[in-house]
């Protein structure tokens, strides 16, 4: 069991399941969103994702009509994103996770626009834009 919270605890969450990838975005709506270089998030399944404290303090934006990010009102964590044409899924924000997590899966995408100011400087895999779905 996957457990987190945001930064003032009111909303809890867990997941049952495991992370099997991890996507490190460098684009400008991600690095704006999150107030860093990049957001690490990975895909979970929504029947298997459950706010158990603090669902009253859920709030979502959206900065395009399709995608929902959701947050706490109390002290602005971001908890996950969700797509209406992906319902089954939510994109969590691993900041978040309380639970040590492994996964070998792990790369950067849209480090066309990544940060000036920020290098990469790790071994994972980087592409310009979206992952292929050939990658």
Same mark, same amino acid.
């Given at each position: ?25 460098? *684009? +400008?709506? /991600?690095?704006?969103?999150?107030? !860093? #270089? ?5 895909? &979970? %399944?929504?029947? =298997? ?22 947050? *706490? +009102?109390? /002290?602005?964590?971001?908890?996950? !994103? #969700? ?5 089954? &899924? %939510?994109?969590? =924000? ?42």
């Amino acid at each position: 069991m996957i457990r987190g919270s945001c930064l003032c605890g009111g909303v809890r969450y867990e997941y049952d399941g495991s992370i099997d990838e991890i996507s490190i975005c460098h *684009c +400008s709506q /991600c690095r704006k969103a999150q107030g !860093s #270089a990049f957001v690490a998030v990975a895909p &979970v %399944r929504s029947d =298997r994702f459950r706010i158990i404290a603090g669902a009253e303090l859920l709030k979502e934006y959206r900065a395009i009509p399709q995608k929902a990010r959701v947050f *706490c +009102s109390r /002290c602005g964590s971001p908890i996950y !994103s #969700a797509r209406d044409d992906l319902p089954g &899924v %939510r994109r969590l =924000r691993l900041g978040t996770v309380e639970t040590p997590v492994e996964c070998a899966n792990a790369y950067h995408i849209f480090t066309g626009s990544k940060a000036s100011w920020y290098a990469i400087t790790d071994e994972l895999p980087q592409y310009e834009g979206a992952k292929p779905a050939s990658a």
